[in-house]
């Protein structure tokens, strides 16, 4: 009975089952049993739930003939009926052992092995009870702190890890310490489970606001996104799905209460709540509040926005070390330039005349036309080649005489470009598959091939920044560039998908073969 009450006591004390600890101590005394009797025994033991009693017996299979390295666990069927007359091969006949004096090395044995296996159970424990609590905020204490990371103290149920990358900077955080962090890993290692959290995550400062603001908990408010300089400053962008309530009011709550509490919570973190909104230029001038903003400009092709404030609000834009502009274009996805309207207007003065420039060299017309292109929203040659008549006649001053004969040069520039190309990629060695590629202009396509990028494998195979390094970044953005080289990559995942097609088809096939050819068989033997 001793047994049984210390085998519930240790399973009480490390929160794992009963059964667990007796299974580990009957390994143990088996363990015991082998060491004395010697290990080419089948030697077994079994602790009775009931009682607590120890058996230790010895087990030998009856078999036809006995294998040399199995002769301790073997025995024939003659010899076995000498013992047991109505025994058949298969069976097994069963030795009762004398209980065990455990002497001081069996005795640690037999520690070892339980205290490993229990060890073991309760790593597993830990492993099934926190790998469905990733995303949640718990509490724990501090344990210790070895060069910034931080080990804390679950409540004796398990330990989990801040790593000095996932603290807050400045924060000093001192062993007894109670403090709140986000769960972002669970995973199994060779020294045991290991539960890793954050609190410099964004997805900490929404848990938190979670917890504080009840109309979040309940779904009334969503949290649309989180950008965080942690322990400096952040922004929230909310939407409410209630017309009749203030997201950034509730989010805030009576006299600041609620936002103050995650501030506290983030040692003093600044926070902007932002107010989410579907349209994106109106997006962005909340997300960049306080700084007023006079204009957005959206590049939508390359997810590149341009921001115009005035001279004075630059700086306040911009924020300290770029940190206002970094979290509004983290919390929106987007890149922004900022400029102020001086520079916005230098910038789309000197755009107007290189466009105006490039239209009077290709298609060899004077300026006012070339102006008046311009001011319509034409930037490319081919767009004007591209561009029905009627629509251009629409433009002031135009009549079909001039649209036709615009039209005509501008597709007259373009077939001379094309066999340019042709020329300089034959020379180059620019493959087709390269100079077919849907996003490429002529001169990127050359700019490439000097480049020795000569098929679309090659331009797969850049990184993003070699390719804005090769085209210029006047000529790409760099969310351009990476749009491209994901496209050209796309051939291969196809590929692989076709293989795999192809090999499925190819055992459907084989299976189908042979179950026509079982059938054949079996049609044919009938008839026999």
Known sequence: MELLQV??????EKNIDQEIVLEAMEEAIQKAGRSKYGYDHDIRTEIDRKSGSITLKRYREVVEEVDPEEETKQLTLEEA??????????EFIIDDLPPLDFGRIAAQT??????????????E???????????????GVVKRVEYGNVTIDLGGRAEA?????????????????????????????????????????PEFMAKLFTQEVPEIYDGVIEIKGVARDPGSRAKIAVTSQDGSIDPVGACVGMKGSRVQAVVNELQGEKIDIVPWSPDLPTFIVSALAPAEVSKVVLDEDNKRMEVVVPEEQLSLAIGRRGQNVRLASILSGWDIDIMTEEQEAERRAEEFTKRSALFMESMDVDDVIAHLLVTEGFTTVREVAETPIEELNQIEGFEEEISTELRNRAIAWLEEKEKELKEKSKELGIQEDLLTFEGLTPDMIIKLGENDVKTRDDLADLATDELVEILGEETIASSAAESLIMKARAHWFEDEQTESEDETAADASTETNNAENASDEKEAASNA
């Open 7 to 12: 085998a519930d006591a240790v399973a009480r």
């Open 81 to 90: 009926k000498r013992i047991k007359p109505d025994i058949t091969i298969g």
């Open 110 to 123: 037999a520690k070892q092995v339980i205290v490993q296996k229990v060890r073991e159970a309760e790593r």
């Open 125 to 139: 424990r830990q492993y099934e009870e926190f790998k469905d609590r990733v995303g949640e905020v718990i509490n």
């Open 161 to 201: 890890l801040i790593r000095r990358d996932e603290s807050l900077p400045r924060e000093n955080l001192k062993n007894g310490d109670r403090t709140r962090a986000y769960i972002y890993d669970v995973r199994r290692e060779q020294r045991g489970p290991q539960i890793f959290m954050s609190r410099s995550r």
